[in-house]
């Protein structure tokens, strides 16, 4: 437990590396600090645009956000809003992923398609058709995938976020794939486990090299973290035969209700009693 006494007071604050949560937390702390924080090499997450509207909505006072430098006027007192929060960029970006590896044709509402920019990239260059309007995305595929090569860089790069769930797709993808993780260490945990369904996977310390196969197969695995738990979702989506995925809780931290979704889209997908 952590108890903090005294009054905020604004600050310059200089990150050495771009840090999301680090971006938040000081923007919610500065909002009621006195007097002025800059934040320097901030985050520029769609969500850190976001929580600048949201805080400007209850009478905070911040600029810049979406860009590397936040200022941040403390206020004294702050009243009540309401606000629509963003659609999930990540969820987004999964469904896409999981529409592609399947060779679907989803049409996802509620989005926003600019956010999702670095991902659409790397499907069309797989050969995958992605259109879009206002606020739809259509993820069409019908040919067999094309390898890529991808890394994971701050927004508005690749997002770390989607590596996991983008390398489940590769394994099955024609030719050798290389992913190289800038973001998080040990990030690759979900291809070992994606070796028991038969994927092909060689790691060197942050890189991987995915060789792709023709199939997968369903095996038992296990989730190690949120996004691997997703990863391998998709993957179990790709295998033939059957796939049982344990620790599904990592999973439900950042998917609502992930089985009605797919299931509605015609994946057959159930959730075991405990």
Do not use: W
Request: hydrophobic share 40%.
């Amino acid at each position: 437990m952590i108890y903090a006494n005294g009054t905020l007071v604004g600050a310059d604050i200089f990150f050495d590396r771009i840090t999301v949560g680090g971006t938040i937390n000081v923007m919610l702390a500065a909002a009621r600090a006195h007097g002025n924080t800059t934040i320097h090499n901030a985050a520029r997450e769609p969500h850190i645009v976001d929580l600048a509207n949201f805080l400007n909505s209850m009478g905070g006072r911040v600029r810049g956000a979406g860009t590397d430098t936040i200022r941040i006027r403390g206020v004294d007192y702050m009243h009540g809003s309401r606000y629509s929060v963003i659609p999930d960029q990540i969820e987004t970006g999964t469904l896409m992923i999981a529409a592609a590896a399947t060779h679907g044709d989803v049409l996802i509402r509620g989005c926003i398609p600019t956010h999702m920019e670095a991902l659409t990239a790397k499907l069309l260059e797989m050969g995958v058709q992605v259109t879009d309007t206002d606020d739809t995305i259509r993820v069409r595929s019908e040919r067999p995938h094309r390898a890529v090569n991808l890394k994971t860089q701050e927004y508005p790069g690749f997002p770390t976020d989607l590596q996991q769930p983008m390398s489940a797709m590769l394994t099955c993808a024609n030719g050798d794939s290389i992913v190289i993780e800038t973001i998080f260490e040990n990030r690759f945990k979900h291809l070992n486990e994606m070796q028991r369904m038969g994927a092909k996977v060689r790691i060197v310390e942050q890189t991987a090299i995915i060789e792709g196969v023709r199939d997968l197969y369903g095996a038992p695995v296990t989730a190690t973290d949120l996004r691997a738990g997703a990863a391998l979702v998709i993957a179990g989506l790709m295998a033939k035969g059957t796939t049982e995925i344990y620790e599904p809780g990592f999973i439900e931290r950042g998917y609502e209700h992930i089985e009605d979704k797919l299931r509605a889209l015609g994946a057959e997908i159930t959730r075991a009693p405990l």
